[in-house]
């Protein structure tokens, strides 16, 4: 079963950054939108970012996606973390769209969840 790896979560102070990256070598990672999405405890999962199968977005913010298809690797860079970005973070397969903008849109469009990366940032 086709399933994403996260990693490169940890502990940063308020203010850092950090890079995630997730990969699933069972794919053609070229064929999907990649989604990052976040779920705190007690709250619903949101998404965060996407990086579309072209990789030609370029719409950039606090947290931005993008790809590496050649190394089967999507990327989350995530600047100026704040104590509320504290949660896991995982990525998925856009099964829908191709494109996304750097928006994740609808959660259940989304499939291969991976198990996640903790990042927790904190002082």
């Known amino acids: 079963q086709v399933m994403f790896v996260e990693s490169g979560g940890g502990l940063v102070q308020p203010g850092g950054s950090l890079r995630l990256s997730c990969t699933a070598p069972g794919i053609t990672l070229g064929d999907y939108a990649i989604g990052w999405f976040r779920q705190a405890p007690g709250k619903e999962r949101e998404g965060v970012s996407c990086s579309s199968a072209s990789d030609a977005d370029t719409v950039k913010g606090r947290f931005t996606a993008s790809r590496d298809n050649a190394k089967k690797t999507v990327y989350l860079e995530m600047n100026g973390l704040k104590p509320e970005d504290t949660a896991p973070y995982s990525c998925?397969?856009?099964?829908?769209?191709?494109?996304?903008?750097?928006?994740?849109?609808?959660?259940?469009?989304?499939?291969?969840w991976g198990q996640g990366t903790q990042v927790t940032v904190s002082s």
């Open positions: 998925a397969a856009n099964l829908v769209r191709r494109s996304c903008s750097g928006l994740p849109g609808l959660i259940h469009e989304y499939a291969y």
